[in-house]
């Protein structure tokens, strides 16, 4: 057992790094039989390659008593127009949604919008969002990115958020720096997600999966309700799931947050206890690092993109939904 986890740890590390490398990204996009086979398994964690596809994913879920979060995937784009392309597809995806009347929320990484190439670049898209969201009961939340982003995040955040009240955030509980960047937000209204973390990060800079990281996720939680926020737990880790709920937060503004694809059937027993859950959806065809990511948080899901990839046709986890 201890050499299956041993292998399930250095397939993580190796997959955070295949992640980062561009040149594999590009072999995968210039195969077709390769890309073929890898968006068989990425079909279990994205809707599809379409706004249209990420919005009937979320109507389903909605149909099924789910709150949703709609992302479309894209990170650390540095030509300017594209991530003024990028912006209006987000802001595309808010007055869609708000035109069909579905209460949503809509992440993104600032580097996908303007980060990557200029922090004023950043902070005007994400104004600008805040504004197209305004009045139309649609929230906008900013996702959370390497560590030697996080200051610029952050700043970033700040700034907009101060124009635009009612922005939300998301905080690694990994990093040990994040109960200090929880506090820097006292005064800042919005709403906050927290997720333990999945990006590979210096071991001075970040905490493993342990004990002690959920300790911290568990005060973090607990720090930001008593700075009156609303808090969505990110996590699928069933063991963090029963310590908050026994901690009487249900009802406090708190709500669980699962990736959609990932552990429906414990998205379910939740959602029947009657505990509010919300899916978190991306669509889009930058799927190669999503994928990358969603395997190397959890190792075993690498035998579940085998199986997808052999079964000959993609996934359809929405019905796992029903």
């Known amino acids: 057992m201890n050499r299956i ?38 079909a279990r964690y994205v809707a599809g390659d379409s706004r249209e596809d990420g919005i ?29 392309a990028a912006a209006e597809e987000l802001a595309a995806l808010v007055g869609e949604l708000w035109r069909l009347g579905m209460a949503a929320r809509v992440s993104f990484d600032l580097s996908h919008i303007g980060l990557a190439a200029d922090d004023e670049l950043a902070v005007a898209q994400l104004l600008g969002l805040a504004r197209r969201a305004r009045g139309t009961g649609i929230e906008l939340f900013v996702s959370m990115e390497e560590s030697a982003k996080t200051d610029r995040i952050l700043a970033v955040y700040k700034r907009a958020a101060a124009e635009e ?21 006292e005064g800042i209204g919005g709403p906050v997600r927290i997720v333990k973390g999945a990006y590979r990060e210096p071991e001075e800079a970040a905490i493993g999966r342990s004990e002690a990281l959920n300790e911290r996720y568990l005060s973090l939680v607990e720090a930001a309700l008593a700075q009156g926020r609303r808090v969505s737990v990110a996590t699928h880790d069933e063991t963090l799931i029963e310590a908050v ?13 699962l990736l959609y694809g990932i552990r429906p059937d414990l998205a379910g027993r939740l959602k029947a206890i009657g505990y ?12 190669y690092l999503y994928l990358c990511h969603r395997i190397a948080e959890f190792p075993p899901n690498l035998y579940r993109a085998i199986a997808d990839i052999a079964g000959g046709t993609a996934a359809d986890p929405l019905s796992e939904y029903e």
């Not at 939300?168 to 506090?183: F, H, K, S």
């Not at 509010?276 to 799927?287: L, M, N």
């Open 276 to 287: 509010p859950v919300r899916v978190y959806i991306t669509y889009g065809d930058e799927w």
């Open 245 to 257: 709920a026994a901690r009487g937060w249900i009802g406090q503004g708190l709500e669980f947050e």
């Open 56 to 84: 009937e994913a979320g109507r389903r879920l909605l149909g099924q008593e789910y709150a949703i979060s709609l992302e479309y995937i894209g990170e650390n784009t540095q030509d300017a127009e594209a991530c003024e």
């Open 165 to 185: 009240p009612g922005i939300g955030i998301t905080l690694q509980a990994y990093l040990n720096r994040t109960p200090g960047d929880l506090a820097g937000l």
């Open 5 to 42: 986890i041993e292998w399930e740890c250095q397939a993580a590390d190796a997959l955070k790094s295949i992640a980062r490398r561009q040149d594999l990204k590009a072999q995968v996009e210039r195969t077709p039989a390769l890309n073929g086979l890898l968006r068989r398994a990425a």
